[in-house]
């Protein structure tokens, strides 16, 4: 329903994002801006409302002595009172900083310290723990927020206070100073800092990237116009806010374009709120994808004969013409019929019960993705699109174009970037959506960016003969086998999580003259597997020792390798060997980022004995590990693992 | 944080109970209170009359000696219907749900004696049942955020597994606005994070709702860590009585309960 778009002058001249809220409150005041489902219902705030609880928020918070340049932290889910605090901070010109809701206490006192935090809005309880644990090692922080008053009855330190009072504050500090809010607005200035993200890293300390309203408004803009967005869009906010993807599709692109932000009634509904919403306007990082594919696959295992037959004959027509007719490709008469058949009776109800019959625009980034996992949503007619970009650049360096979409590339530059390859195969992006700095940290800044403006990305790739960008690996883990061919682990793993059984991977073989690889396996799926044969096991760590398992699993690698055969460049990259881990790598226990990134480093050096094993022709080896539990305490696992030796292809003729 | 306590009065005084079966005495003279507000633990050995004793406070037993003081009312025996228009709602070790209806409906279950509406009006909707349904199911909702089990509202309960079974009992229970709640093994057949969980909404329930509460349990760690005091019985007999830390060091307790007596 593509109208007319009614956003007036103001609107696109609104040059920050309080400006934008506001005009937003002017000239669509009564459109949805923010749903979320409480006590079973959808409860909706318009333009008029959120605009109107922004305000008594943004003057509670300067009731509480927040001033321009200060930094609030906002920790929690995707809540509606949470992202208008986000707004009323920086209506007052201070600087939200949203912070992972399930990092542990001594993973936020960093931050805190480092940004100077003074007060920080929480979600419930459970974060204002958090807070009062390590309050004593972050002496800048002296006010806490909550929003969920479950629990807190008894909680009574003069440091803390609860939305509820902010908002009463708030009320009476507006009446007392009524040009407060308004003035604070006009005094924004579109180069000032929007808010404040710390990037995960998958090495060493966080770092405050700084990103201001105008690198924010104008790659939403960009993306705007390339996608034709209009305010009646509908999006999920399922993903951590701290996270800049969340960010960027939840709570800028909405704010630019004035569509709809629903949030779930908590993060276990959000397959059943995503089917009661059915956004339009769609993000999700692979893993997500792959999840609902890992389910969809468990579910049609599980399903009767005619089903099961139905579904597998379909999904082999899709894979044939689904993606060109997505596409808008010519295609034959009889496919186009048989297409639409399987559209009636597979694909469109498959795309019902995954809540994305309406979406219009789905993106994909954070990590590459499978080009299988890729073609199965294009393919049943979901219009799932690459990205490329991240914290320091606003998201949005590439977009797919509709029609022209390539299982692995992440397409052209978006409006307005420059892209060049250094000579060390490392893509550079210049862009107005690039960040200001890092905080208060010159030497990371003038390490990343140069001179000339150029940001540095990490990421080894090229520009293919279309214009389309492609991206290997990070350059930093490009490395090279002992007889000199490349090896990109990053790559192998994809490939090898592409398995509904397979979780996690971890590839090695830089410098080494064989690659071989950890393996998690997916308790979900392998799980099901074992019951549909019988086999009886005991959680995670029972389950990966079964010989079955490894005798599944090494099938999986058998044709990951014979995958990479094909290939020249990468047939030396074949894993010789592999086992399964004992335990799950977990962010708790810095095996992976926040964000679900492999921390090849560490995970090298806390397995070493694992490493060697692999290389050393040894047939199991004996580990203990220390983990962390949800609660902060520790335990330890501790199994004798197998160490499974594969079939490699084609012996390598160039090697031999 | 600490918990602050805020234990009345006795509400339930039990005085010199037996309860026999025939020749087999599962109770024999068991004298014990609860306080307002409290958690109040019954442990012991398999057999000991755990569940006897439950099932005499809430009157599906009748006791064949004793009295029973119930917010200062006496009584010789309970029954059932008169033990929950009081306020005494509970949950079943082998759980008491109905397989085949969803979470929301179990726990509306629960709401069965407070509506006033007849089962004509009630089927039909009409006039003020509507109203009323609306009321109730506004009170359903909130055990149901209260329990974080949102994501499972229209899930028939046979499809749940265990430990989130055990969940809607305690929905269920709570469903009554009950001024006491007994569990009857709550945290039987669950993994440890399952007891986590359900240790948490067992004070939280006792903290928000200021819900009394008796409960039976196996798990020691979890006895000693959530109840203001525990009573021991063995063989039909009470033989501790105290807080935790007190019954833990009772020479009988640790022979009888832990079978150890070294």
Known sequence: MAQPDPRNAAATSADTLPRLLLSHARTRGDRPAIREKDLGIWQ???????????????????????????????????????????????????????????????????????????????????????????????????????????????????????????EVLGKAHDAANPGLFDDAVAAGKPEDTASMLYTSGTTGKAKGVVLTHAAFIGRARACERLEGLTDREDVLAYLPPAWIGQNIFSYIQPLVTGFTVNCPESPETVDIDMRAIGPTYYFAPPRVLEALLTQVTIRMEDAGYLKRKMFHHFMGVARKVGTDILDGKSVGMGDRLHYALGNLMVFGPLRNALGMNRVRVAYTAGEAIGPDLFVFYRSIGINLKQLYGSTETSVFVCIQKNGQVKSDTVGPPTDGVEIKISDAGEILVKSPGLFKEYYRNPAATAEVKDADGWFHTGDAGFVDADGDVKIIDRAKDVGKLANGAMFAPKYIENKLKFFPFIKEAVAFGADRSEATAFINIDVEAVGNWAERRGLPYAGYTDLASKPEVYELIAECVEQVNADLARDPLLASSQLHRFLILHKELDPDDDELTRTRKVRRGFINQKYAVLVDALYTGKTHQFIETQVKFEDGRTGSISADLPIRTVKTVGAMREAA | MSREKRIGEVVLDLQHISLAFGGVKALTDISFNVREHEIRAIIGPNGAGKSSMLNVINGVYTPQQGAIEFQGKSFAKMNPRRAAEMGIARTFQNLALFKGMSVLDNIMTGRNLRMKSGILAQAFRWGPAEREETAHREVVENIIDFLEIQAFRKTPVGRLPYGLQKRVDLGRALAMEPRMLLLDEPMAGMNVEEKQDMCRFILDVNDEFGTTIVLIEHDMGVVMDISDRVVVLDYGKKIGDGEPDNVRNNEDVIRAYLGVSH
């Open chain 1, 44 to 166: 909706t705030w318009t333009w008029a409302e959120s605009a109107a609880r922004v305000r008594t928020i943004a003057c509670g918070l300067a009731a509480k002595g927040v001033v321009r340049g200060d930094h609030v932290a906002v920790i929690g889910e995707n809540r509606p009172r949470l992202y208008w605090t986000m707004m009323a901070a920086q209506s007052l010109g201070a600087i939200p900083i949203p912070l992972y809701q399930d990092a542990v206490a001594q993973e936020m006192v960093y931050v805190l310290q480092d940004a100077d935090v003074r007060i920080a809005v929480v979600e419930d309880q459970e974060q204002v723990d958090k807070m009062f644990e390590i309050m004593a090692q972050a002496p800048s922080l002296k006010a806490v927020v909550y929003d969920d008053p479950r629990g807190m009855r008894h909680y009574n330190d003069p440091a803390l206070l609860s939305l509820d009072d902010l």
